[in-house]
């Protein structure tokens, strides 16, 4: 059976820091493209950031340069690593797996079930 657990968020304050971590059961970790995207209650979910098998990355305008995505094959993990945090960075983010790392939710065939982040002002 195939999970994506995520771990890592809290209450942090505005300019503080957070790593997000997920543990993935997935058989052949390594070819699939991992990402995180987020939500607010009652919004739509919005891409964060993804990583490719081959380990390019890419990012939402609003985290470029706060937010680093990595992954470790070996343990079959990825990071989303948030610095200089702001209270509009709140939400549950939860971790994707799929073929292709884009920003598109459809495209996402695994789905933990998220962690919540609070960044107070």
């Known amino acids: 059976q195939v999970q994506l657990v995520e771990s890592g968020g809290g209450l942090v304050q505005a300019g503080g820091s957070l790593r997000l971590s997920c543990a993935a059961s997935?058989?052949?970790?390594?070819?699939?493209?991992m990402a995180w995207f987020r939500q607010i209650p009652g919004k739509e979910r919005e891409f964060v950031a993804a990583?490719?098998?081959?380990?390019?990355?890419s990012y939402a305008n609003a985290v470029k340069g706060r937010f680093t995505i990595s992954r470790d094959n070996a343990k079959s993990a990825v990071y989303l690593q948030m610095v200089s945090l702001k209270p509009e960075d709140t939400a549950d983010y939860y971790c994707?797996?799929?073929?292709?790392?884009?920003?598109?939710?459809?495209?996402?065939?695994?789905w933990g079930r998220g962690t919540q982040v609070t960044v107070s002002s």
């Open positions: 990583v490719s098998r081959s380990d390019s990355t």
């Open positions: 994707a797996a799929g073929p292709i790392g884009v920003a598109d939710t459809r495209r996402y065939t695994f």
């Open positions: 997935l058989r052949l970790f390594s070819t699939y493209a």
